[in-house]
């Protein structure tokens, strides 16, 4: 899958002259949303439809800052999904190729304050992420 | 009343060193809902009533810049009101004394999707911003 | 001039369900620096140069809301400019068409603590500015 | 140590109906400057100067969302400290007692692009370091 494509905003920069570190949390949600997006799942759709994506956990490894102005490139894996739970990986590529951010999060879906089974609740999402799982798998074997 | 205090947080500085123009807009809504609490209104409690008071317009007049760690004073008057339109009047103070913001917002309050008026809706809010207006007028004039 | 593209972010959400009005001072920025960028000065060259353009005032009219995953267009013009200070007009348009805020800012450049004057230090962006002056001058009249 | 006391404001929510979780990031980092302030260390004049302290990781579990207008309690507790680095535990308490963010962050303090070392450079808040630390010890041995 691409990566989502982000410019760094001015307003995003803190007085130590880089993108404040907060913001690469609303960056990596984007690219959540894009990747769901991509999967065929608007997170907009889905949220009308009652369901909601809270985070339950996220780390976050800063290697190097992103500037102002620049272009990042943010690489999304799901790396793992019992059907209900699901995490990402991601990695912030800054323009000189740097990894600037590794994170991980991990996620379920939430209907009526109940955890729901993606599997039972959204079966074709299901079927998206058991194709990236083997991949992933795949690739790390 | 009172004023409003508010220190600058670090979060809120941009790489001019300062903090960022965008932030006083959230400052101006947190002195509203402090000044409708110190009216016996609170805020919170006017949404879980359906209630929501979206801004119409507002103007900031940029004069001083407020630093990281700088606790500022925010005084905040209610200088126009129809019964249904209110107008509020900022100004934010420095630690030396000198205004850094000048700002002004209209708003109404909003139910079902339609403007109400606050003389029938909330008659007490209705006594407080009188008192208020009246004050305002005596000390303009 | 091409309005400047921006899509809504589920992070610039408050809980009213629509954009937190904070937002649109950002999307602002982003549109002068995009517009800036396309007179061909680079907002991030010209800091390293030690040039800064703050904000001298701003005002905004809230018409429509803006929601969660909706794409606007943003048009700026240059609508005064003195050689010194210049003033934007903006128009945020929703995905139907829809006016959502209208919007105006007023700024200078400062060098070393001191307002420049554009004609001088920037004759390039000063033609530029000229230009884009005569044009809003001859839409106008 | 007294916790750090935070009140959530409007702004910081989104359309879940509850605070955003990039906001917590923002929270921490206003508890990390409270708890060096207690410390007699003063981060503005650190940066003053010359010396930042950025942070490397953080990693969040989000138990139990905080609203609007909920006052919170931070406890943040020291947990290592190596003479360079240092790592910073918090828990974040809601009105009703309930943990609502488990967090943990680890951070060095860089002078000229470079790490120093707390204990050389800043010999007393080595001294204090080193007693939170015996303290932490105790306190889980």
Same mark, same amino acid.
């Given at each position: 899958m691409e990566p989502y494509i982000r410019t760094a905003h001015y307003h995003e920069t803190d007085q130590m002259g880089v993108i404040? &570190? @907060?913001?690469?949390l609303k960056w990596l949600e984007e690219a959540? /949303?894009?990747f769901l997006d991509?999967?065929?799942l608007s997170y907009k +759709? !889905?949220?009308?439809n009652g369901i909601i994506s =809270?985070?339950?956990e996220i780390s976050l490894q800063y290697k190097y800052p992103v500037k102002f102005d620049e272009t990042v490139k943010i690489y999304l894996e799901l790396t793992k999904y019992t059907g209900v739970r699901f995490e990402f %990986?991601?990695? /912030?590529?800054n323009p000189e190729g740097k990894v600037s951010v590794l994170a991980k999060s991990t996620h379920c879906l939430i209907k009526d304050n109940k955890? /729901? @089974?993606?599997? +039972? %609740? $959204? =079966?074709? $999402? &299901?079927?998206?992420? !058991? +194709?990236? /799982?083997e991949?992933? %798998?795949k690739n790390n074997s």
């Open positions: 404040h &570190h @907060s913001n690469y959540r /949303i894009y991509e999967c065929g +759709k !889905m949220e009308e =809270p985070v339950y %990986e991601y990695r /912030i590529i955890v /729901i @089974s993606v599997k +039972k %609740e $959204l =079966p074709e $999402l &299901h079927e998206k992420f !058991m +194709k990236f /799982i991949e992933y %798998e």
